[in-house]
């Protein structure tokens, strides 16, 4: 009898500022996924692959300090990754440089529960990059006998630590990272990391699907048709699963990046928020008369559309303030085993 194989880890990456968390996912798939000079991205991206044997889905968005973007697209950028890593990430890895590791990165932890939730830090781990040839124990003890910002940094994040080396092509540590967020798990119960906002993304991401697949049906139906007037028995079974794992993927994977919830939530919020300072607006220029009426109107509806853009998604935040418990993960692994799995 074969093993089933091992559930696909779902890993966040966050960081601060600058390359390190793009190089941490290269060191993570064993690819170049992006080049060694990118500081930042516009957006929200999951890459799959495997790290010592484990299938893994890897989601990168801006780092926290990212400044070439808006402070809205920032907080849009976070929901689509909860979108990409649902129903939750197995583990976050929190990932630095270990040479420029400064007093202010003491205040990351608390930036990472106000994005993901007050109970994520017990699903972190720092992730520090080094360029050298400090191998195993010589790695850990350089860390452990380092600035105190840096140790007291590690132990806001449980203590778990791991050092990988930014040239990618170094595999040599790879083995020994999936067993720490293993064993992470396993103190967890192997359960993943929720919040009211993985939730609320889960459930629409679910529904953006049922609703392109409804879109899909009269050409679904087309293709299978036309693949059961060209195979038969076995054959038309293979060619059938691969039609319905690829239709599902590319469902999947454009729900994943829009939905209802990243659709309307900023929308609704300024929205709201144009109405209530256009109102206070007119009211503040009914002193000057019917002009200053006019004038104060747009100007705070202006105002009043950006503020109640924050409002939303301070409220959003809010909710992720007490996260309910985690839930095992049960979801299949079909559609990535069959595409990874030679065929007999």
């Known amino acids: 009898m074969k093993k089933a194989p091992a559930m696909e880890l779902r890993i966040m990456v966050v960081g601060s500022s600058g390359p390190s968390q793009f190089l941490l996912t290269n060191a993570i798939l064993g690819r170049e996924e992006f080049s060694k000079d990118v500081t930042s991205i516009p957006g929200s991206r999951k890459n799959v692959g495997e790290l010592a044997g484990r299938r893994v889905a890897v989601v990168n968005g801006p780092n926290i300090y990212d400044k070439d973007i808006t402070q809205a697209k920032r907080k849009m950028e976070l929901k689509r990754s909860k979108c990409l890593c649902i129903p939750g990430p197995h583990a976050l890895l929190v990932a630095f440089d270990l ?22 830090l017990t699903h972190c781990v720092v992730l520090l990059a080094y360029e050298g ?3 195993g124990p010589s790695l850990d003890d350089r860390v452990l006998r380092t600035d105190w910002h840096l140790r007291e940094l590690i132990e806001k994040f449980g203590g778990r630590f791991h050092v990988f080396n930014k040239n990618w092509r170094d595999r040599s540590r790879d083995r020994e990272l999936l067993q720490k967020i293993e064993r992470m798990m ?18 629409s991401v679910k529904k953006e699907e049922k609703r392109l697949r ?24 293979w060619r059938m699963d691969a039609y319905n794992a690829g239709v599902g993927a590319e ?4 729900a ?14 300024l929205g709201v928020g144009f109405a209530a300072g256009a109102v206070m607006g007119v009211l503040v220029g009914a002193v000057e008369g019917p002009g200053g009426m006019a004038v104060c109107g747009v100007i705070g509806g202006a105002v009043g559309g950006a503020a109640g853009g924050a409002a939303q998604v301070a409220i959003e935040h809010l909710e992720d303030r007490v996260a309910p418990p985690a839930r095992l993960n049960f979801n299949s692994i079909f559609i990535n085993r069959f595409f990874t799995s030679a065929r007999p």
């Open 186 to 203: 396993a103190s967890m119960g192997r359960s993943y990391f929720s919040s009211r906002t993985f939730q609320r993304a889960e459930d």
């Open 256 to 269: 994943e990046m829009d939905n209802g919830w990243l659709r309307t939530s900023l929308a609704r919020g």
């Open 99 to 120: 040479e420029k590791i400064s007093p202010n990165d003491i205040k990351t932890p608390r930036l990472v529960m106000q994005r993901f939730g007050e109970h994520c």
């Open 214 to 237: 409804k879109q899909r049906e009269a050409a679904a139906e087309k293709a299978r048709g036309e693949l059961e007037d060209e195979y038969s028995g076995e054959q038309l079974c």
């Open 133 to 135: 040839h400090l191998r």
């Open 251 to 254: 469902i999947r994977a454009k």
